[in-house]
């Protein structure tokens, strides 16, 4: 019965994202002690200090947040003999997830992290982008609500059915007028247009960061992933160092789908994810096994107790 960490995507996490695990665990302040070295940042900034305000480095500082949580929670988990059989993760998630399997280092991943603030933006003058998160009725179809149906708006990530089995959670991203056009047609308050973001994620309107981004990439050391790493832009287990490569090169462009990350483990035969952060919304999504959201320390106790009454068996630790 195999174990799974699900890390989210992008989305920056709130300040006190972690705060109180870095308090409690050494482990975890030696996490961020390390990426504050690999960053050049301080350990604050990537705590808890308020994000940049220019939108490259708000974007690039805000991943490397959400990729320490992640990492330190891993650690954390690690200290206390409990490491994954699977693992993935939705758009950032998913190169944090690369880490995790030993595909990249994290030295070359928040390296990585870094140089993304310095990827062009929208264009001054260019139509405005925005997202969208968007719960779709149950009795609608998903594809009623971006391209080809709606031009200029593009599913940018589908979160799958939410628990509740009445609707499903997709991310659209677009054009900021189409988007609100959505949200005004759409039965009321299924459609949130969030003002904190204004571009296009995972849409065909990124193709000048992807283009930025290619020769970075390119040159990324990157190995053969050590465990099954499921990917989020379709469903399979990415097995190369190739494979891993084009998840990071397709991220900036293609949509990226949490159900895929799923039905891949649930494949696999996981019987538990833990989800590590925050990005991943509790209580929502309807995943297809037990899950345990982990972000402050009550939520270690409960993994723990979930690993202990679901009998998940713990892989032994890989040596050099």
Not at 64 to 81: N, P, T, Y
Request: with cysteine; hydrophobic share 40%.
């Amino acid at each position: 019965m195999t174990l799974a960490y699900i890390l989210g995507g992008g989305i920056s996490p709130a300040s006190e994202s972690g705060v109180e695990l870095h308090e409690q665990y050494p482990v975890v302040q030696d996490c961020y002690r390390e990426l504050a070295e690999f960053t050049g940042l301080t350990v604050p900034q990537i705590l808890s200090e308020g994000l940049p305000e220019e939108p490259g480095p708000r974007r690039s500082v805000g991943a490397v947040r959400q990729a320490a949580v992640a990492l330190g929670i891993a650690d954390l988990l690690a200290d206390m003999d409990v490491r994954p059989g699977a693992v993935g993760g939705l758009s950032l998630g998913g190169m944090v997830s690369s880490c995790l399997a030993g595909s990249i280092e994290r030295r070359e991943l928040v390296h990585y992290l870094m140089h993304t603030g310095d990827a062009p933006q929208v264009d001054p003058g260019a139509p405005a982008e925005g997202i969208a998160i968007t719960f779709v009725p149950a009795d609608r179809d998903p594809s009623a609500y971006y391209e080809p149906a709606v031009p200029d708006v593009y599913l940018a990530s589908d979160f799958g059915p939410c628990t509740d089995g009445g609707a499903r959670m997709l991310m659209l991203s677009g054009l900021r007028t189409a988007l609100e056009k959505v949200a005004a047609e759409a039965p009321q308050g299924t459609v949130a247009v969030l003002d904190q973001y204004q571009i296009a994620l995972h849409t065909p309107l990124r193709r000048s960061a992807r283009d930025f981004l290619e020769p970075w990439i390119a040159a990324m050391p990157l190995r053969d992933p050590s465990l099954p790493l499921s990917s989020c832009l379709e469903q399979r287990t990415l097995t190369t160092a190739a494979d891993v490569r084009d998840l990071f090169r397709r991220n900036t462009t293609d949509p990226v789908h949490l159900l895929h990350v799923c039905a891949e483990m649930k494949r696999q035969g996981v019987k538990l994810g833990l989800v590590l952060g925050p990005s991943i919304p509790s209580g929502v999504i309807d995943f297809p096994f037990p899950v345990v959201h982990i972000e402050t320390p009550e939520h270690v106790g409960q993994a723990m107790s979930a690993i202990y009454e679901l009998g998940i068996e713990i892989p032994a630790a890989q040596t050099a």
